[in-house]
């Protein structure tokens, strides 16, 4: 079994910063991509920012100069530095991970955390 826990939402203050953090654990070989999704009220999921395991990354333009992702790959994390937030980066964030399982041994999967607040007043 693989689970994802986010943390780090919050309310802020428009132009203020937030850090989230996303916990992977379970029966985890290697985790390939992780990324950051987000969820605003009314609207479809969409996508933020990945990173690869050799650290490469890619941003959604919305977010580009603004947000940072980051990952430890010792302790199967991924972080996302939230900076100058805006009102319209309002949503619920999910964390998600392309990983390959040791149990059942070799099998792939892609797997979402439970999602974590983030709210931007103007």
């Known amino acids: 079994q693989v689970q994802l826990v986010e943390s780090g939402g919050g309310l802020v203050q428009a132009g203020g910063s937030l850090r989230l953090s996303c916990a992977a654990a379970?029966?985890?070989?290697?985790?390939?991509?992780m990324g950051w999704y987000r969820q605003a009220t009314g609207k479809q999921r969409e996508w933020v920012a990945t990173i690869t395991s050799d650290h490469s990354t890619n941003y959604a333009d919305s977010v580009k100069g603004r947000f940072t992702i980051s990952r430890d790959n010792a302790k199967n994390m991924v972080y996302l530095q939230m900076n100058n937030l805006k009102p319209e980066d309002t949503a619920v964030y999910y964390c998600?991970?392309?990983?390959?399982?040791?149990?059942?041994?070799?099998?792939?999967?892609?797997?979402w955390g439970q999602g974590t607040q983030v709210t931007v007043s103007s």
């Open positions: 998600n991970a392309a990983l390959v399982r040791t149990s059942p041994l070799g099998a792939v999967g892609n797997y």
């Open positions: 379970g029966s985890i070989l290697r985790i390939n991509t």
